[in-house]
Nanobody, 125 residues
Framework: QLQLDESGGGQVQPGGTLTLSCVVS????????IGWFHQAPGKEREGVSC????????NYADSVKGRFTISRDTAKNTVYLQMNSLEPDDTGVYYC??????????????????WGRGTQVTVSS
């Protein structure tokens, strides 16, 4: 059974850095494109970044381009999201999920995927 476990969140000051991890079990990274999604307080989830299942395509939302970097380690079956220059608007819960990449910007949650618990990121001074 496919399971994704997010970790690495925390509280940082504006301008700070965090790296999130998404450990995939029950499948390999070559089976699914994986994306990171952000849900700010009181708002709907939105795709932040995603990487295709063979790693050949990476998408970023305009709001994080140049600040966030997605990567993966196939040996560890883990996808990372390095978040630099964090801003208060980056606050929220971050989830990883099997994803469909659209164009060069959009990450769409796979319709059959189930959301996990996510990891909380708080950017505040």
């Amino acid at each position: 059974q496919l399971q994704l476990d997010e970790s690495g969140g925390g509280q940082v000051q504006p301008g700070g850095t965090l790296t999130l991890s998404c450990v995939v079990s029950g499948a390999t990274l070559r089976d699914y494109s994986i994306g990171w999604f952000h849900q700010a307080p009181g708002k709907e989830r939105e795709g932040v970044s995603c990487i295709s299942r063979f790693g050949g395509q990476i998408n970023y939302a305009d709001s994080v381009k140049g600040r966030f970097t997605i990567s993966r380690d196939t040996a560890k079956n883990t996808v990372y999201l390095q978040m630099n220059s964090l801003e208060p608007d980056d606050t929220g819960v971050y989830y990883c999920l099997p994803t469909v990449l659209r164009g060069d910007t959009y990450c769409i949650a796979h319709p059959d995927a189930s959301w996990g618990r996510g990891t909380q990121v708080t950017v505040s001074s």
